[in-house]
Each structure stands twice: as structure tokens, then as C-alpha cells.
């Protein structure tokens, strides 16, 4: 008896880290970014209408769904939140550096993968105010210059 518990136990261990380490249901992403910007918004506990939103730098390198290049200008961009990044001490205003995988199948998606603070005096290249706002999961390059 003591035995089978014991291999129960260890099962369910077992399964514990697998699924730390899976990788997303959707697979590998298409690419990943590391740019920096001022966090506008934080997702809030239990409101599924809220996200990460980052004004972020522009990304020179970024690549479209069939691969070809087109600049991501500065703009405020909403994201989701990659497994095992915490936004802890992180609020709206604060500079960061982060790094976000974009998925372009099976479906469109943006998740930050990793997320740091930079010092409060910290310079960025930003888009003048806000700029208008995009849902992360349609972004070409060429549709949002100001
Ligand atoms: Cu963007």
C-alpha cells in the first residue's frame, strides 16, 4: 500500500513539472522580439477584457505572417502574458525591457516572455502621447503609422 501511494505521489509530481515546462498549446512561436517601452495598462485578476498594454519602441525587425519584414512602429500594444512571467512590482507608467513571441499559426497571438524594469529616467523612442490603441493580435507594420 505504502508503495502504491508513494508512486502516486511521485506521478502526480512527475506531471507537475511536465506541465511547467510544456510549451503552449499552440506550439512554437513564429518569432520573438525584445524591445522596451512604458506600461500603459496591467490585466486585472478576473476581468478578461483587461491586458498588458505596453507602448513600446519600434521593432525594425519584425516580420509578417508570410515572413517578409514590416517595421512595427511605436504604439501601444496589448499582450498576453506568457506562463511563468510575473508582473509582480510592475505598474502602469513604469519603463521596461521585454521580449514577446508572436504566433501567426494556428491562430494570431503576442505573449511578453520576458519582462524587466528599467530605471525611472531611463530614454526610449516612443510615439508622441498614446497613440491609437490595437488589439495585439493584428498587427502589420504598414496599418498603424501615425
Ligand atoms: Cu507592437
Redesign the pocket.
Known amino acids: 500500500m505504502k508503495a502504491v501511494a508513494l508512486f502516486a505521489a511521485l506521478t502526480l509530481l512527475a506531471l507537475a513539472a511536465c506541465s511547467e515546462t510544456a510549451p503552449p498549446p499552440r506550439g512554437e512561436p513564429s518569432a520573438s522580439y525584445e524591445t522596451r517601452g512604458v506600461i500603459k495598462a496591467l490585466p486585472v485578476a478576473g476581468d478578461p477584457k483587461s491586458e498588458l498594454r505596453i507602448l513600446?519602441e519600434a521593432?525594425p525587425q519584425f516580420k509578417a505572417a508570410d515572413g517578409s519584414v514590416e517595421p512595427?512602429l511605436s504604439?501601444t500594444?496589448g499582450m498576453g502574458v506568457g506562463k511563468g512571467v510575473s508582473l509582480e512590482g510592475l505598474k502602469v507608467g513604469d519603463p521596461v525591457a521585454f521580449t514577446f513571441a508572436v504566433w501567426w499559426k494556428p491562430r494570431p497571438g503576442i505573449e511578453v516572455t520576458r519582462i524587466a524594469k528599467l530605471p525611472a529616467d531611463t530614454e526610449m523612442d516612443l510615439a508622441a502621447g498614446d497613440g491609437h490603441d490595437h488589439h495585439g493580435h493584428d498587427?502589420h507594420g504598414h496599418d498603424h503609422a501615425h
Open positions: 513600446h521593432v512595427m504604439h500594444m498587427h
